[in-house]
Structures are given as C-alpha cells and as structure tokens.
C-alpha cells in the first residue's frame, strides 16, 4: 500500500469515527456501540484517524467537542491530552485562513473597517492567549473563535496557547461522555450538566469584563470629558 492511500485510509477512518460518535448522541446507543468498539479495538490506528479527522473537521462543519468524545471512547481519561492537542490542532485552518486573507477582507468590507479595529485593539487590550481562552470557555461554535482570532491578528503562539486553555474544559467535557458510552449501551444514561456549560461562560464574561471595559468604555467616558 503506497503512502497516499495509507493516509487516505486513514481519512475514511476518521471521517466514520466522527459520525459514529456524532450519531453515538443522537440515536439508540445499541445501534453504535459496536462499530464505535470495533474501531477502539485498534489504538494505532484510532489515534491515527483521529489525527486525519482533526485536520479535516472544519471543512466538514462538524462540532469539534465530537473528537474529545472519540478520545473519551478510546483510551479513557488518559487521552486528556490527545484531546487538547486535537482540539487545538483542528483549530488551525479557520485560523489561517483567516489571518492570511485579513486584508483582503478589509479591503472588500470598508464599512466592516471599524468593527476590524474593534477587535485588534481588543486582543491587544486582553492579550492574545486571555482573549482567545476567554472567547472558548462560551459555548459558541469553536470555528468562530478561530476566524475571529485570525481577524484579530492574534500571534500563532498566543493562539494555539490560548485554545488549549480554553478547549480544555470542554475536552473534559467530552471525554466524560466518550468513557459513558459503554454505559450508554447497557441502558444507563450520561448527561452533560448545563451547570457546567453555564460556569465556564461565567469564568469567560469575568476574564473579558476589564478588558473589554477598558477598551471600549474607557474610551467612550474619555470622549465624553
């Protein structure tokens, strides 16, 4: 087997776990139970199409909390790490995306110039990491974040630091219900507390609240006198 057709199959392979952790959520946990154990039974490979399936995600518009759900399935708490870095790693090409065509946004949205600023001087003003760990810990979709932060002109470093910070709770989140899915098949039931939904977005409006009053509420008050 030659090399592309190697990472092809591995393509294939993370594109069927996402959609069987995606319909692990929605449907009878029986239905999925055992494609989603039969691809567990191989960790190399597992991790492998995790991997491919990190780097395609946003392209497919798919939730990337269903990675952590994978992870949780497949190696169980001890994947904690596994889960950030694919959640920082299918972060990426929104991100790029959008700080490599920046101007040229600017450039077709003149009236949209102002709203850009906003936000550069509000990254600026927060710090790239706080602002994009921050932004993460609401429950917005993840892609968003991402090409606001590449609008922003946050730094690679601060970005992918900031992500890691931010994803984690929701890493943790996810791999809760990935170890419940055996749980799930034998009748029982794993649900997401929305307390914990509710809190994480608290402790993101707290790390936003000064910065984003000084930016913008600050500068109007200075207008004002």
Avoid: C, K
């Amino acid at each position: 087997m030659n090399r592309r057709s190697l990472v092809g199959g591995y393509v294939v392979a993370g594109v069927g776990v996402a959609a069987v952790a995606a319909v692990a959520l929605l449907v009878s946990p029986s239905f999925v139970f055992g494609p989603l154990e039969w691809l567990a039974a191989h960790p190399v490979r597992f991790g492998a199409a995790l991997i491919a399936l990190a780097v395609i995600r946003p392209f497919l518009a798919w939730p990337n909390t269903l990675l952590a759900v994978a992870v949780g399935y497949g190696y169980g708490w001890t994947g904690l790490p596994l889960g950030v870095a694919l959640l920082t790693l299918t972060a990426l090409p929104a991100y790029r995306l959008a700080r490599a065509g920046r101007s040229q946004a600017r450039a077709a949205l003149p009236a949209a110039d102002r709203l850009f600023d906003a936000g550069e001087r509000f990254a600026t003003a927060t710090g790239g990491v706080r602002a994009v760990a921050a932004m993460r810990l609401f429950p917005i979709p993840s892609d968003a974040v991402s090409v606001g932060a590449g609008v922003a002109d946050v730094r690679t470093r601060p970005f992918l630091l900031g992500t890691a910070v931010g994803e984690l709770p929701w890493v943790i989140v996810g791999i809760a219900v990935g170890v419940s899915l055996d749980r799930l098949a034998a009748g029982g039931l794993s649900a997401v507390d929305p307390v914990a939904i509710v809190a994480m977005a608290g402790i993101g409006a707290l790390l936003l609240s000064g910065p984003l009053y000084r930016t913008f509420l600050g500068e109007q008050s200075g207008s004002a006198a």
